[in-house]
């Protein structure tokens, strides 16, 4: 599972531009049930969605939310109430709602400022919900793909420059991935199986910290499989970028146990 502690700042800060009330908004407080879906104005019915986020009942506050938009939806309230149900849903950790707001404001403003947030939000929903690498990882894929778009769109934000370093994370996870596999296979006797999935490592995930292991296992596996001189290419790569590394030591030692003579060309 990825580290999700730093998200939330990151995402409460984007977020603060969307709560701006006016001066004559009504007051909070009281014991009314303000999530009634009765006719208020948009004033009144905004104030409530934010005093129920305000108080952590999110759930609550992105009902009323999408109720501003509902009952105001020409009001520039609207647009701001959209954005801020995603929120309120991502906060609760109901993802899949998160995801379908942001994409609706997207789908009616792709041209407003709060876009890059919204792009941003999306690809966060996606990623808090990665699951370890023993499971499908078709979710991490979707983040990665998310990830990219906002890395793609707007380069020079700080949402990219956050993206970037989650993307690091998400491929690092899919490499994982992708080495859980192969050393599974490597452990059923299947070498062929194995080692095209470590060349997928170290074809697409070359930067990921899995790479030496991978390039080791490269050379466990084309040595079983009778090719001693792929093996010796797969360790000189590990040579050349992983010199210092343990998994370098144990290639060269791997080769000269059981394939000295390439080791002497």
Not at 16 to 31: E, Q, V
Not at 49 to 67: I, Y
Not at 105 to 129: M, R, T
């Amino acid at each position: 599972m990825l580290d999700h502690s730093r998200l939330k700042p990151v995402l409460f800060a984007a977020a603060a531009g969307a709560m701006i009330l006016t001066a004559g908004c009504a007051g909070r407080g009281g014991a009314k049930k303000d999530t009634a879906y009765v006719a208020r104005d948009v004033d009144t019915l905004y104030t409530a969605a934010q005093d129920r986020l305000d108080r952590g009942q999110t759930k609550q506050a992105a009902a009323l939310f999408d109720e501003v938009e509902r009952q105001h939806p020409y009001s520039p309230w609207a647009r701001r109430a959209q954005l801020m149900s995603a929120f309120s849903y991502y906060v609760a950790r109901d993802y899949n709602k998160a995801v379908q707001s942001a994409e609706r404001f997207l789908s009616i403003h792709p041209g407003n400022k709060d876009a890059p947030y919204a792009y941003y939000l999306i690809a966060v929903c996606y990623y808090e919900q990665i699951s370890d690498v023993t499971r499908d990882q078709k979710i991490t894929l979707q983040a990665k793909q998310a990830l990219t778009d906002v890395v793609r769109r707007y380069p020079t934000t700080s949402f990219a420059s956050d993206a970037k370093i989650k993307l690091d994370l998400v491929n690092d996870h899919l490499a994982g991935k992708e080495m859980t596999i192969g050393r599974y296979y490597e452990r059923s006797g299947k070498w062929l199986a194995a080692s095209l999935r470590f060349r997928n490592v170290v074809d697409n995930y070359q930067t990921t910290s899995h790479a030496p292991e991978a390039l080791y296992r490269l050379v466990e596996g084309y040595m079983s499989l009778g090719v001693p001189d792929e093996a010796q290419k797969a360790a000189a790569v590990l040579q050349r970028n992983y010199p210092g590394s343990v998994w370098y030591e144990r290639a060269y030692k791997l080769l000269g146990r059981h394939a000295p003579e390439v080791i002497a060309s």
